[in-house]
């Protein structure tokens, strides 16, 4: 086989570029988020720098996903462990090993999902490790209530004083939306803790288009869980996959490539839009003058 022809095969099957948990053959996407199926999956070990799965998932066999989600996983996870080293994220659900419907969710089908537990911190502000559970956190980020995988009994121990950790959280999200391989589409997320972490991420002086931009992304869904023990992160379709049948629904958003090239309001922020009260007023005025979508459908987590 000559050089360029190798070459050749090698772009096409992803072969060459991908990470090393990437698969012999290109993972894809078929279908939508709550009703698709995944081809070639990579699967996330259970266990990486900054990031573990909670032993009560490992057994649900859902720790698959396209390459391009399992491999931001770990990139995110490791970036927020060397930028506040200490906290682990826990991680959640991806889809099962084929994609398909699951008892636990709705959507989760089709390899661009996953559930992020929240990082936590004790009393003392030091970051803590759930081992066993999610918990529930209130408006004001207090850890108020667990949150068992679906089946299971809430652990016996009374819920410990715990705090929402917008620091870590934060630089997740963070890390999630200025990834140069993946594009975010949703990112399900209680109201208050959304606001929390947009407060978190202006107070640490952010660029302001990636906070109008996170102001859009971290969404309360209305037809499910509001989402105040986890965050789950929701994918788009790759350029690639959307040959092979995978299908957005719900808004389809500029890209953030684009995003920085584009004028205000749609574009960067006026600099003195800064500030977690004015950019939620952004988020909504970007929402509402999104042009209607192509392919509306429900959002399901
Ligand atoms: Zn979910």
């Not at 573990?52 to 390459?67: I, L, S």
């Amino acid at each position: 086989m000559n050089r360029r022809l190798l070459a050749l095969l090698l772009a096409l099957t992803g072969a060459g570029c991908a990470g090393p948990l990437a698969t012999t053959f290109s993972s894809t996407s078929l279908g939508t988020a709550a009703d698709g199926t995944l081809r070639h999956p990579a699967s996330l070990p259970f266990e990486g720098e900054g990031y573990a799965v909670p032993v009560p998932w490992r057994t649900r066999h859902a720790n698959y996903g396209t390459e391009t989600l399992v491999d931001l996983i770990a990139r995110v996870s490791r970036e927020v462990e060397r930028d506040a080293p200490g906290g682990v994220a826990a991680i959640g659900d991806l889809s099962r090993r084929r994609g398909g419907g699951s008892a636990q969710h709705r959507s989760h089908q089709d390899g661009r999902d996953v559930d992020v537990f929240f990082y936590a911190t004790d009393a003392g502000g030091r970051p803590v490790r759930l081992n066993e559970a999610m918990l529930h956190f209130s408006s004001e980020g207090r850890a108020v209530r667990w949150s068992p995988p679906q089946g299971t009994r809430a652990p016996a121990r009374p819920v410990p004083p715990y705090r929402f950790d917008a620091r870590r959280n934060w630089a997740f999200v963070r890390g999630l939306l200025s990834d140069p391989d993946a594009e975010v589409q949703w990112i399900f997320v209680q109201r208050s803790l959304g606001a929390a972490l947009l407060r978190e991420a202006a107070a640490e002086g952010d660029d302001p288009a990636l906070l109008a931009r996170a102001a859009f992304i971290l969404h309360q869904p209305s037809d499910s869980e509001p989402h105040d023990d986890h965050m789950h992160v929701r994918l788009y379709c790759g350029i690639g996959e959307r040959s092979f049948g995978c299908a957005d629904r719900g808004p389809v958003r500029w890209w953030k490539k684009m995003w920085k090239y584009m004028e205000a309001p749609f574009g960067r922020a006026p600099a003195e839009s800064v500030g977690a009260d004015r950019l939620a007023a952004f988020g909504r005025l970007i929402r509402e003058e999104t042009p209607p979508t192509p392919a509306a459908g429900k959002l399901t987590s």
